[in-house]
T-cell receptor, first 114, second 111 residues
Framework: DAGITQSPRHKVTETGTPVTLRCHQT?????MYWYRQDPGHGLRLTHYSYGVKDTDKGEVSDGYSVSRSKTEDFLLTLESATSSQTSVYFC?????????????FGSGTQLSVL | RKEVEQDPGPFNVPEGATVAFNCTYS??????FFWYRQDCRKEPKLLMSVYSSGNEDGRFTAQLNRASQYISLLIRDSKLSDSATYLCVVNKDTNDYKLSFGAGTTVTVRA
């Protein structure tokens, strides 16, 4: 257990509304990530963070923004949700295990945009 | 072409059987390779890393073939609890965030 909590676990919202997903970690990990998972696709990275106020885009960043004002919290915001953003969102941290960095995921947020 | 490709399955096997499946990757510069396991409606969890020489963890054996650009996972003496989706993950280079995930191979072990 890497001490990662995602909230909310489930969210239903309407097209055009803003949505913020929260990832909270308790173990002072530097790197945090947001992925989305859709059927037929592997997990795809929206954004990642390598420290407080240090963030960067991943491969599917359009329509998303992030913020990290504290080490423990990484927020993903959909400024104006669209139906194509209906997905399961996983937050992750990376941790050094042996010679590799390994990812540990939160339990996920099921987001439905109607 | 997808960066990481997997046969989605499902692979339906009886308890006690051996099941094996592959994952191909497109970037020959890939450095690190992993298998993650994902249970239905749960988060992915690291199953094992894949080392160049191949490695074993209990009933699970992972192999890497750099020449043909694929990794494999073999499960011996399958248990009902092995039923899951297995995700192939490839690190494109030394920057950790550049991970490519396969869409997963589903394994169902039946009694």
């Amino acid at each position: 257990d890497a001490g990662i909590t995602q909230s909310p676990r489930h969210k239903v919202t309407e097209t055009g509304t803003p949505v913020t997903l929260r990832c909270h970690q308790t173990e002072n990990h530097r790197y945090m990530y947001w992925y989305r998972q859709d059927p037929g696709h592997g997990l795809r990275l929206t954004h990642y963070s390598y420290g407080v106020k240090d963030t960067d885009k991943g491969e599917v960043s359009d329509g998303y923004s992030v913020s990290r004002s504290k080490t423990e919290d990484f927020l993903l915001t959909l400024e104006s949700a669209t139906s194509s953003q209906t997905s399961v969102y996983f937050c992750a941290i990376s941790e050094s295990v042996g010679n590799y960095e390994k990812l540990f995921f939160g339990s996920g947020t099921q987001l439905s945009v109607l | 072409r997808k960066e990481v490709e997997q046969d989605p399955g499902p692979f339906n096997v009886p308890e006690g059987a051996t099941v094996a499946f592959n994952c191909t990757y497109s970037n020959s510069a890939s450095q690190s390779f992993f298998w993650y396991r994902q249970d239905c409606r749960k988060e992915p969890k690291l199953l094992m890393s894949v080392y160049s020489s191949g490695n074993e963890d209990g009933r699970f054996t992972a192999q890497l073939n750099r020449a043909s650009q694929y990794i494999s996972l073999l499960i011996r003496d399958s248990k009902l609890s092995d039923s899951a989706t297995y995700l192939c993950v490839v690190n494109k280079d030394t920057n950790d965030y550049k991970l490519s995930f396969g869409a997963g191979t589903t394994v169902t072990v039946r009694a």
